[in-house]
């Protein structure tokens, strides 16, 4: 047996605030006058003043805006990092993701293509990237997947949805200012803090469990309970501990993985684009079978929260679609070895998945 040795976020600010440190924080690591940040951000802040005044931009830096309507794809990867070498006069000195798993996965994805040739198709997978990536910041706007601390950048490519998985991956620093947070609006809060408290459901009904994954995962599960049940904390309060459940949640699948909610959603995203925070909901929701409390909680804290999710997504599917879905997601296998064990092919089948499919 050989255990995995993983790379971490090397640096981590947490506090209310802690935003307003970018510029001391990333000076040092300029490398110089001609080698400028690049900040990768979330149009939902454009003209927001109270956000982008505080951008510290010298010399050449730029601001990108970006889109998070839809999910990263390989192409927009490509495209990104394309524009950017031809528009500054050498290599940048970093790459500043403000934003959500979408905008934090793209500034993950381009600092690794800004060093690693071909591409971003050609590094889906595990461990395929050689060189290391430029210097990459995440800050999170949004609370709930895990981006800010993960190993992986999700992206959308020509024949299929999956991460760039590799030691380079992870962020060099996180920024965690949980005062970012605050103009979430309240569906969207649940649909990606529910992507947090399915990570914790899904590693800790995993047979890849271990006491590393567990006490990360238990923690975030009992701080998900506090936010989205117990639901007497105030605003601050709960900005913060979301984004320290989902630090916790991303950290319990690091060292296990997730499970059929995610291996289905991402059928469901590769087919219908629907996004991961809300394409999980939908999945959950409907597999009692696999997660009886874990589904059972969540139809509490739906209920609790007036969520109403789309139904009969696939009604209209065809034949086609329904096989490409259920490749994409037969093909994540270790997401299902975890989920089912070993001998998974016995119990998930493709009608089996179509059955399920069928449902939502
Ligand atoms: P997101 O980044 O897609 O953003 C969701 C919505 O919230 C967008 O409309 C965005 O504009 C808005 N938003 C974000 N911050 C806001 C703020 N402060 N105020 C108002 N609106 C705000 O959402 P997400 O759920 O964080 O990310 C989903 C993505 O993350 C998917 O692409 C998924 O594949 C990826 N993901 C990655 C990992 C990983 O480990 N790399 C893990 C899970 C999910
Ligand atoms: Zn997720």
Known sequence: MSYKNYPMVSRVVFGRGSFNQLDEIISPKRLNVNAPFIFLVDDVFKGNSWLTSRIPLAYGDKVLYISANEEPKTSQVDALVEEIILTTKERPSGIIGIGGGTIMDLAKAVSIMLTNDG???????????????IYHVGIPTISGTGAEVSRTTVLTGPDKK????????PFDQVILDPELTKDVPKAQWFYTGMDCYIHCIESLNGTFL?????????????????????????AEEAQD?????????????????????????YGLSYVLGTKHGIGNCIVFDHLEEFYPEGVKLFKQMKSKHNIELPQNLCADLSDEEF??????????EPLWENAIGKNWKKVITPEKLKELYQNM
């Open 162 to 169: 999956l991460g760039i998985n590799s030691d380079h991956t």
């Open 119 to 133: 591409e971003s198709k050609d590094y889906q997978g595990w461990d395929l990237v050689k060189n290391p990536a």
């Open 210 to 234: 271990n006491a590393f994954s567990q006490s990360y995962g238990e923690k975030a599960f009992q701080l998900c309970k506090e936010l989205f049940l117990d639901n007497n904390l105030t």
């Open 323 to 332: 096989d490409t879905m259920i490749q994409v997601a037969l093909n994540l």
């Open 241 to 265: 501990k979301l984004m320290m459940a989902s630090w916790h949640g991303g950290m319990s699948i690091a060292y296990s993985q997730v499970g059929v909610a995610h291996a289905m959603s």
